[in-house]
T-cell receptor, first 111, second 113 residues
Framework: EPEVTQTPSHQVTQMGQEVILRCVPI?????FYWYRQILGQKVEFLVS????????KSEIFDDQFSVERPDGSNFTLKIRSTKLEDSAMYFC?????????FGPGTRLTVT | AQSVTQPDIHITVSEGASLELRCNYS??????LFWYVQSPGQGLQLLLK??????LVQGIKGFEAEFKRSQSSFNLRKPSVHWSDAAEYFC???????????FGKGTRLSVIA
């Protein structure tokens, strides 16, 4: 069964460093998303991507964040200068036929 | 603005007992509603969805949910819980399944023998 994959599973970085989180969506899906879940809190939408451009973004997704689909398979989230409050689980999702499928997540720890 | 309320933070049920997890939503139009399950250290797995038609929808793992427009609710049920159902359950709402979802805070389910 096709699934969304994410790498790495856990990333530790120092405050101020850049990180890139990677995702491989399900191959025939056209809509892509990033969500995050701070420990103990709800899952929050960050950004959606369709037709090679951002379709929606939340207020969390400020200038420190960017997304890219560099090739036909990968979908990346870049945080330019990480802050302590960026520590969270980041989920990638993709959708088709009105069903979003989530990856296993990348746990980002900013020290 | 869209919002989802899951009133129960933590529920404990005995194995074999029935289960109902509550979800109330606020949405201006006809919503797309979803239930996801998250096992420890895992991603979110889609259990079921509703957007039109029969208000009682069946999902995977023996779960079902009932949409009640008058109560703005979409409660998840299972007639007989198994120990492997212990997990966190999230209700979500969206304009469609291809648009951003708004999640509730989740309900943690514990199953005891």
């Amino acid at each position: 069964e096709p699934e969304v994959t994410q790498t790495p599973s856990h990333q530790v970085t120092q405050m101020g460093q850049e990180v890139i989180l990677r995702c491989v969506p399900i191959s025939n899906h056209l809509y892509f998303y990033w969500y995050r879940q701070i420990l103990g809190q709800k899952v929050e939408f960050l950004v959606s991507f369709y037709n090679n451009e951002i379709s929606e973004k939340s207020e969390i997704f400020d200038d420190q964040f960017s997304v890219e689909r560099p090739d036909g398979s990968n979908f990346t989230l870049k945080i330019r200068s990480t802050k302590l409050e960026d520590s969270a689980m980041y989920f990638c999702a993709s959708s088709a036929f009105n069903e979003q499928y989530f990856g296993p997540g990348t746990r980002l720890t900013v020290t | 603005a869209q919002s989802v309320t899951q009133p129960d933070i933590h529920i404990t049920v005995s194995e074999g007992a029935s289960l109902e997890l509550r979800c109330n939503y606020s949405y201006g139009a006809t919503p797309y509603l979803f239930w996801y399950v998250q096992s420890p250290g895992q991603g979110l797995q889609l259990l079921l969805k509703y957007f039109s038609g029969d208000t009682l929808v069946q999902g995977i793992k023996g779960f079902e949910a009932e949409f009640k427009r008058s109560q703005s609710s979409f409660n998840l049920r299972k007639p007989s819980v198994h120990w492997s159902d212990a997990a966190e359950y999230f209700c979500a709402v969206g304009a469609s399944g291809n648009t951003p979802l708004v999640f509730g805070k989740g309900t943690r389910l514990s199953v005891i023998a």
